[in-house]
């Protein structure tokens, strides 16, 4: 009964959609207020709607209800109940459905939260986030059906696979599409802008909450499937740049951009037809990762089980969508106007160069990823792209936009001098200097290119806080009078210096641990001593263990520092008998300062164990980096211009101004 | 109202490019093809060398000697692999029209490749065992069973990754035998 | 037939991704670091978008000790890239090579930067002055010089 609910409900959304898309651009375009105010109650209603189709998914697989396929497929009645619940997303069908939830919240909160919208941008915004919907739904009924049946309903489940069993990976796909889907309004109001033929400092001010919003969450998705490859894959690695990943990152730097390009937009009406492009961008880039997971033309071990004819359906929304979205941009972008002109050096000019470098790497990570198939596709035999030529392209390019964000931060509107900031930033280029020097000397030359690494990250670091002190006069007068200022600086100047310094912590321990890693493989028995980073390990011997669902061996090693016991660790390897499964389980040792990473191998011949230990110094900084940097943008969203809106002229009676000439 | 200005038309028509990449890659797709198919390095090149000892207890191996001046059929497979089993009848099929095939044992136990012979049939005109895998790597093989077909100059000419299936030898063999048998050795 | 895909994934992603055991390395570091700098280029063609240094697999374990057994055997690494290249074709490159066919893909980094600071360099000399909206007519220019003389002598 539920599920058939379940299914009436997304067709019902479907057909509310289409009604959301169609009548408030009508209503717009007429003046009609009415058909304007639909907009509100049909978006409202499709988040209803949808909702009611996703708890309806969600009961089948807390019950256990093995008659409808996607939960037969998917789950199993010994999974725990937190895992019941995020194999509703872990899953082509249900994790679509997922999607248009998040759509119809985005919409929802646009409808409820609008109220400092103009009718018509608001009625726009939404049907194009209706037509969206639609799109998506029909994709969903026609060809990913979650609610099939299945008569007689099998009595288990076959879905217990163990490494979906996993925080890290269970929970981070909710915190991607927030990020992905969220993307889709910057695209609805840019759309709408265009229709309209008008984009301003209000737009602006409007478009950036969804915007940041769907940033922060895209930032710690990322994040945390990085963390979770990192100790559930064994070795210290936490980016591989497969084609998923990046289908996830190239989003996040057209976002990034984004976000930049629209100060520009509010601060002095400039930058229009870039940012709308760049709107436009953040979604559709999205819109093709989407494609790229699930129609099966790359190869990838996040793949969802793949499916040529979703994929031709997907494109076709894709063709639509993006082709529409960048005609409207070609036909009416022109039209635009341009606004306040600045110098070269200046904020807007630091933030034009920042957008620039980030959608040049933007195009460099999609091209890379998209190449195998376009070279195919003119004939150009098969050729892989992997890892190291990410690494030899992307990296580079990165590093002139880390030293732009801390200058460009303190750059003046319209003129700055270039001199003048760099001066001021005496304390951060100091900073990097010695950091760059110290290692230098300290680890050996060879290692140049890493002393550079952490001075750019110490750059970013002392830089910000530099920022901070400028706005809040310290040193400059008395400290109460510092204190008053900060409490009175605007939340997004907050925002800014943690999210601009988290990057630098994030730039550290990518660059701490890429170099520095300590890697010992050996074969090891009871009893042997190691010494790894500041550690000395003793593996104390490994022997079987057993789990709920599995058998495995567990391996000992006691840490040591300075004679002391420091931790115990425990890395394992399970095997899985009924999924026949295995995976490895890492002994990791947190701390602030790195690492150590044990991991239990295959028996040796003539007894003992092969066993890799490692210590990977700074590499939690990485994600604790980008969780400072979701904060950031956090912070930033609870500025109280959000939620103030642009300011609106006071209306002048038409008569007064004809009277008087 | 500004005309329509060229720069503005560029992430239109890149993205239209793509789009019309992407449609032909899903009809291949769909039509069969499997995206991790990889061209061999050695077409058009002269088949690598064939120095195998034989599984034991059956014959005196594979050597270079043995396939030149014909048109040969050299598969790669094992006991132990499904799909070659799902294949051996193709094979047997075409020895029995006639078709010189030899065969590459690759990593597997002597007893258990013998048996795999004894019950489905032994197609090969000869058998060489490759336990340490070097020689399939030499011949560029990553997928198990691979046919290669060399022609009568001893050049690799095709190759087929995955089981030979009973469409594969209409749309495929049969043509390219037939062609290659046309040629001079 | 998923299923199979969805344990083949799983496997993968089980892995410990550093795969060399110890009974492959070499006792010269210097070669043996020269055998993982090679390893990590080389794509491991059974798995998914994992180089020969990550995998677990059959093939991978194979091309390793071939790797090494080369450097010992004296080769440069050019050598024994040109090996495993003959053998395996262009695709088991991580690396591209840079070729006629890749020359857009290696290109792009710079060759899409300069494209970036042209068309900059283009739409800032194009620029015009926003139109003056609130320019005054005449009389109203009167009026506020009129305004204006009034304040100062105040």
Redesign the interface.
Known sequence: MIPEIGLFSLVLAFIVSCAQGVVPLVGAARGHQGMMEMARTSATAQFVLVLIAFAALMHSYVVSDFSVVNVATNSHTLKPMLYKISGVWGNHEGSMVLWVLILALFGLAVAVSGGNLPPGLRARVLAIQGLIGAGFLSFIIWTSNPFERLSPAPFEG?GL???LQDPGLAFHPPFLYLGYVGFSMAFSFAVAALIEGRVDAAWARWVRPWTLAAWCALTVGIAMGSWWAYY????G?WW?W??VENASFIPWLVGTALLHSAIVVEKR?ALK?WTV?LA??AF?TSLLGT?LVR???????HAF?SD??R??YI?GL??IV??GS??L???R???L?????FA?ISREGAL?FNN??L??GA??VT??T??P?????FG??????????FN???V??MAPVLIACVAGAMMSWKRSDLKGVLGRLWAAFAAALIVTVAVALFMGIKNILAALGLGLAAWLVVGSAVELAERIALFRGSLSNSLRRAAGLPRSAWGMVIAHGALGLTVAGITASSAWQD?H???MRAGDRLSVGPYEVVFEGAGPVKGPNWDGIRGTFKVMRDGKLVTTLHPEKRDYPA??????E?GIHYTAAGDLYT?L??R?EGGGW?T?IYFNPLVAWIWIGAVFMALGGLVSLTDRRHRVGAPRRAAVPAATATES? | ?????PR??I??AA??V??T???????E??GGKN??D??SALIGKPAPALDLPPVEGNGPGLKSEQIRGKVALVNIWASWCPPCRLEHPVLMRLAREGVKLYGVNYKDRPEAALAFLAELGNPFQALGADQAGRTSIDWGVYGYPETFVVDKKGIVRYRHVGPIMPRDLDAKIYPLLKKLGAENG | M??A???L??????????A????E?LKDPALEARARDIS??L?CLVC????ID?SNADLARDLRVIVRERLSAGDTDEQVFKYVVSRY?????????VKS??L???G??VG??VL??IG?AIW?RR?????KEDSL?E??RARLDALLKAEDGK
């Open positions: 076959n696979n163990p490494i559930e894959l064994g070795w690695g591989f497969d084609p009406d037809s492009l436009i961008l559709s494609f129609s099966g033309v790359l190869s990838s071990v089980a040529p004819e994929g031709v494109l894709l063709v993006i082709g960048l005609t941009y070609a036909v972008a022109p039209q106007k341009g606004g306040g002109l070269p034009v620039l470098m959608t040049t195009a460099v091209l890379g998209l190449y198939l376009i070279l195919e596709a150009g035999g098969k050729v892989s792209v992997g890892a190291p030529f030899a392209t992307f580079p390019l890697e493989i050996q074969h999924e026949r499964n295995q995976t490895t890492a991991v191998g295959e040796a092969s890799r000439a | 109202m500004k005309a329509l200005q503005f038309l992430p239109v993205f239209l793509l789009a990449i992407f449609g032909v890659h899903l009809s797709i769909s995206i991790s990889l061209p | 998923r299923r895909v969805f344990i994934i799983g496997l993968i992603l089980a892995a410990p991704a550093v060399v055991e110890p009974n390395i990590r280029e794509r998914q978008n994992q180089s990550d074709g262009d695709f088991v490159l991580l690396r591209p090579p066919s890749t857009v893909l290696w792009a980094p899409l930067l970036g600071i900059l800032y620029r015009e002055p926003p139109e007519t009389e109203e």
